[in-house]
């Protein structure tokens, strides 16, 4: 991946697949709830491929200007598999997990290449995943760790 472009088209590649991976599992979910929380998942997914379709098209800029706060779940958490009669809990380790692996290969990339527009993005894609993790770990707070 050497130019904006390919960056880009790489990323929308990311959130599709990430897209269908959650609703192949909702699919397959054996709770109702559960179909509709992963299906949730999917969409919020896709809303990030719109924001990245939309940055290709010039229409948003990526790179946020604060910082996103890292509140470290994910780094305390076992890897579970996504089996048909997944728990919330289990779905939202998944979810963090996929975005904090997303957050590193962004920042690796972002540190492998010379400063200017490539960097920039590379950087403003591991923020958007940082934000997404963020997300998932805020639920997982409020909704599991909370509840123990």
Do not use: C, W
């Amino acid at each position: 991946m050497n130019t904006v472009d390919e960056v880009l088209d790489y990323a929308i590649g990311q959130e599709e697949e990430v897209a269908a991976f959650y609703a192949s599992l909702a699919q397959r979910a054996e709770k109702a709830g559960m179909k509709d929380v992963l299906m949730d998942f999917s969409r919020e997914e896709q809303r990030h491929k719109e924001r990245l379709l939309a940055v290709k098209q010039g229409e948003h800029e990526l790179t946020p200007e604060q910082n996103v706060v890292d509140l470290k779940i994910t780094d305390y958490l076992v890897d579970v598999d996504a089996s048909d009669d997944i728990s919330y809990q289990d779905a939202l380790i998944v979810a963090m997990k996929r975005e904090r692996a997303a957050y590193r290969l962004y920042s690796d990339m972002a540190g492998k290449v010379p400063e200017g527009e490539l960097k920039e993005v590379f950087v403003g894609l591991a923020k958007e995943e940082a934000k997404h993790k963020l997300f998932f770990e805020s639920q997982y707070d409020e909704r599991v760790l909370s509840d123990n």
